[in-house]
């Protein structure tokens, strides 16, 4: 029988109808689906033994304690730890994620440490008079801190940079207060230790004073819409009323809500009043209302060697001259305070200064940098926590590494040290064992709940117990050696730029900057980035919400692209205009460019592309 | 004619060929008999799959359960000699397949379905613990997934007493039934 070409087309064709009448091709379809959810680029947790272990978070200077859920040692789920007498028990939205971190797509994860080396030892040599070599410490009072103030003791003209300390170094007891007047601090988003926060929150009037109705404005007991700028002001008519009138015609309020307010400052303490920037006008009504002693108290300092105390003294970037910094360290590998780079790029030599940055992720000062290298980040990191700002008590804890940091990650204080001359050591361990030798305090470990006093533990247990991410708790707060509190009284050198920028709005730059974030320096999770963008929570980074009358003044029509500039610089931005914003201020999602040019408080204009 | 016998061979390549074709086996590393062991030891599921102190399920017992009777030979099969040679003298574990293996993307937890939910083993495994011989260990080529998983036959029978698959749907389904939660981070956490 003879084959023509229509009888193959029809089995064919018949071949392909009973196909679809059999499990095979819809089978095909859902496993390759499945496949492509499973293919073997997507990485894979490891599959072994579960265990605990405990850290604390390096995230933010709060330092809250950390449950690490592991699975064949790594770390897949983090909780806080419940009984822990500084974080009770709490983690922010960040913490939670945070050992998704190394996995981050803006990780870095090469640099060239010799080359680095080889730049610096070479522009040191050359470092001449009214010239300096300079280490800026985000994250002041670690071990590493004490490091690289050692290292610039060591060298001729070394100077060490640090963020100007919050609330002139004292520390918040807020289970003392009982009205909080916050002059658009963030209390309840990211200020402080979360769960000490909330747990003392039951116990105070919150007051938020503040031009837009931030995140703590809406959960607070109440909210006064001020005019930006005008917080200085109102702090001044607090403590004397007789300038009330003028604060009234500059805040927007009416001089009864201000004597009303002042009355029950009065009337209902401990008081304490938090200014999101340090001002002069809130420490001073601080001092008036007597908070000093109650709710700000000077916290004993954390026990240090003695061979440590030759170290070069704490400044802020704006006491430095300008174009002499030679060599400049930045070390930005734990998240910190943000200085804008305007700031720190005027304090450079003309002539080849030399950049080195340590960081995990190009997202900060190594865009800037001649060299970035990259570090660990937490958890892989071990470094130890400075006492957090609302903490009386001094506090020493370690973040422990959970997992393994790369091959090639920069140690920056081994880097620092060892292009000043000095052994570097163990300095954590160094620290530890002075802090033992000073048997105060009691240490609190996770996996028993149990506070035992310090003098009951061998060094090497206590050194062991911390690894283990114990929390080492120094006494009660120490009387004030002498009272601080007027504005001309206040210990260390205030910002230079911040504070009186936002006393009076300039005409140059007339909007203020408030970040969408309470910590626009610090990088989130990649989940928690995607949940936010992919949901509109949040707006895309480099973008600008103001009042649509503030656009028009500036000459802006619609969603467009415009131009920010402060003091520091300018750089392009998209802008919304947005009703909720008030008028006369600028809410920014800060990305990178942004925080080039703008500090934590900051006024700038806007003009139309 | 021709459309007939295409359809045919279509029809016969899908439904009986295919079936083979689309999963790759292997044996089991021992000749297990999960019907010896209950009615002769009198053993029951959990004394062997048992959950630990923390509430996690062991799955698979580890050669030190097996080995806690079968350090000697327990009888003189041809099985049991292989198994003594091969796995408990050296000390070596089987390099058991599980059947039930979920894919990473899912955390079931075995101590909320049989302590809270009281199911019983069979409503999820078949009669796994009546069976006098191991089946081979069947895994789609393409996706990945135990054959267990998919359920035994290429449809699933929805009939009443038939063995469900493990996948997404089936766990909707008696979720849904039982007016359990079912959101997707119940499983996918």
């Known amino acids: 029988m003879q084959r023509t070409r229509r009888d193959i087309l029809l089995f064919m064709g018949g071949g392909a109808a009973g196909a679809m009448l059999t499990p095979a091709p819809w089978r095909l379809v859902t496993d390759a689906a499945i496949w492509s959810e499973n293919w073997p680029g997507i990485p894979r947790p490891a599959r072994g033994e579960i265990t605990a272990r405990y850290t604390n978070c390096a995230l933010c200077p709060a330092g809250c304690a950390v449950r690490a859920r592991c699975v064949a040692g790594q770390p897949v789920s983090l909780a806080g730890v419940a009984g822990n007498p500084l974080s009770q028990g709490a983690l922010c939205a960040f913490g939670l994620t945070g050992h998704q971190l190394p996995y981050h797509p803006q990780r870095l994860k090469q640099g060239t440490p010799e080359e680095a080396a080889a730049a610096v030892r070479g522009a040191m040599a050359k470092c001449g008079a009214g010239e300096s070599v300079a280490v800026l410490d985000l994250a002041p009072g670690r071990a590493a801190s004490w490091t690289y103030r050692r290292a610039m003791a060591a060298v001729a003209n070394g100077v060490y940079l640090a963020p100007p300390p919050p609330l002139g170094g004292a520390a918040v007891n807020l289970a003392k207060a009982r009205t909080v007047l916050s002059l658009g601090a963030p209390l309840l988003d990211g200020w402080g230790t979360p769960g000490n926060v909330h747990a003392a929150r039951a116990n105070f009037r919150l007051i938020q004073a503040e031009p837009w109705e931030s995140r703590t404005a809406a959960l607070a007991d109440e909210w006064l819409p001020i005019r930006p700028g005008s917080e200085a002001a109102l702090a001044l008519a607090l403590k004397d009323p007789k300038t009330a009138p003028s604060a009234a015609q500059a805040t927007g309020l009416t001089e009864k809500q201000i004597l009303d307010l002042a009355n029950e400052l009065t009337a209902n303490g401990p008081a304490l009043v938090l200014s999101a920037d340090d001002l002069p006008e809130a420490l001073a009504l601080n001092h008036a209302l007597g908070a000093w002693g109650q709710t700000l108290v000077a916290r004993p300092e954390v026990p240090v060697p003695d061979a440590w105390k030759k170290a070069a003294p704490e400044r802020v970037v704006a006491s430095v001259p300008d174009n002499s910094i030679r060599v400049l360290f930045i070390d930005e590998s734990v998240p910190g305070s943000h200085i804008p780079w305007g700031a720190i790029e005027k304090k450079l030599v003309r002539d080849n200064p030399v950049v080195v940055a340590f960081a995990w992720t190009l997202e900060g000062y190594g865009r800037h940098a001649q060299f970035t290298l990259p570090t660990a980040v937490y958890p892989e990191l071990t470094s130890d926590i400075p006492p957090a700002i609302d903490s009386p008590a001094a506090t020493f804890r370690i973040s422990v590494s959970l997992v393994a940091p790369p091959a090639g990650m920069a140690d920056p204080s081994a880097f620092i040290a060892k292009a000043a001359g000095i052994d570097a050591g163990n300095a954590l361990q160094e620290r530890a064992d002075a802090i033992h030798k000073s048997g105060r305090g009691t240490l609190f470990t996770y996996a028993d709940g149990k506070s035992t006093p310090l003098k009951d533990i061998k060094p090497d247990a206590f050194w062991k117990s911390l690894n283990e991410g114990a929390t080492w708790l120094g006494g009660a707060e120490e009387p004030l050696t002498r009272r601080r509190g007027d504005a001309e009284e206040i210990p260390g050198e205030l910002p230079s730029e911040a504070p009186r920028l936002r006393v009076s709005a300039s005409d140059t730059f007339p909007l203020l900057v408030a970040f969408t974030t309470p910590t626009p320096a610090t990088l989130s999770s990649p989940l928690m980035s995607k949940l936010y963008q992919d949901s509109d929570l949040r707006m895309a980074p480099n973008t600008a919400a103001l009042h649509p009358d503030t656009a028009r003044a500036s000459g802006i029509t619609g969603a467009s692209r415009a131009v920010l500039e402060t003091q520091y610089g300018r750089c392009a931005i998209g802008v919304i205009p947005d009703e909720s914003v008030p008028p006369g201020m600028l809410e920014v999602a800060a990305g990178p460019e942004i925080l080039d040019i703008c500090g934590a408080f900051t006024r700038a204009k806007v003009v139309a592309a | ?189």
């Open chain 2, 1 to 189: 004619m021709p459309f007939l016998a295409g359809a045919l061979a279509a029809l016969g390549a899908g439904w009986v060929g295919f079936p083979h074709a689309i999963y790759k086996s292997r044996p089991q590393p021992v000749d297990f008999s999960h019907k010896v062991h209950a009615e002769k030891a009198g053993t029951k599921c959990e004394d062997c799959h048992a959950f630990r102190e923390d509430g996690t399920f062991a799955g698979i017992p580890s050669l030190s359960t097996c080995a806690a009777c079968h350090a000697a030979p327990m009888g003189t099969t041809a099985a049991e000699k292989n198994f003594i040679d091969a796995y408990v003298t050296p000390n070596r574990e089987p390099d058991w397949a599980s059947y039930a293996q979920q894919p990473e993307n899912v955390f079931f937890s075995h101590i909320t379905h049989v302590k809270l939910g009281q199911l019983k083993c069979e409503q999820c495994h078949g009669d796994q613990g009546a069976s006098d011989k191991l089946r081979p260990y069947q895994v789609d080529r393409i996706s990945g997934y135990s054959r267990d998983i998919w359920g035994r036959t290429l449809f699933q029978s929805k009939a009443a007493g038939a063995v469900p698959g493990m996948k997404m749907d089936d766990c909707v389904d008696c979720h849904r039934k039982q007016g359990l939660s079912h959101s997707c981070l119940d499983c996918h956490k």
